[in-house]
Nanobody
């Protein structure tokens, strides 16, 4: 299974970006899908996650109300709509998927990871 993330870039504070992550490879139907990020000099942290049906989502407190996670199961793709971006959102964003039920806030719950896409927000 390969994950291809895209949509990162350099934006100004207050702008929006939409990240996408498509899962491909062997027949795979992801259950949980999530986004994590790692800022320079910091550990990777949870950003958002979504269950298989899309009926339940989870967000880090720092992004609640600004970011929205969604998915298209027909395309095995997860999205992260990021609005009102702040300089502190600057990080490499990683998508992750798992074929199992689990605690989707935890990194250890995920089986496959994307390569990361850089998001830089200037003030």
């Amino acid at each position: 299974v390969q994950l291809q993330a895209s949509g990162g870039g350099l934006v100004q504070a207050g702008d929006s970006l939409r990240l996408s992550c498509a899962a491909s490879g062997r027949t795979f139907r992801p259950y949980g899908m999530g986004w994590f990020r790692q800022a320079p000099g910091k550990e990777r942290e949870f950003v958002a996650a979504i269950n298989r049906s899309g009926s339940t989502t989870w967000y880090a407190d720092s992004v609640k109300g600004r970011f929205t996670i969604s998915r298209d199961n027909a395309k095995n793709t997860v999205y992260l709509q990021m609005n009102s971006l702040k300089p502190e959102d600057t990080a490499v964003y990683y998508c992750a998927v798992t074929g199992y039920y689990g605690d989707y806030i935890q990194e250890r719950s995920y089986d496959y990871w994307g390569q990361g896409t850089q998001v830089t927000v200037s003030s």
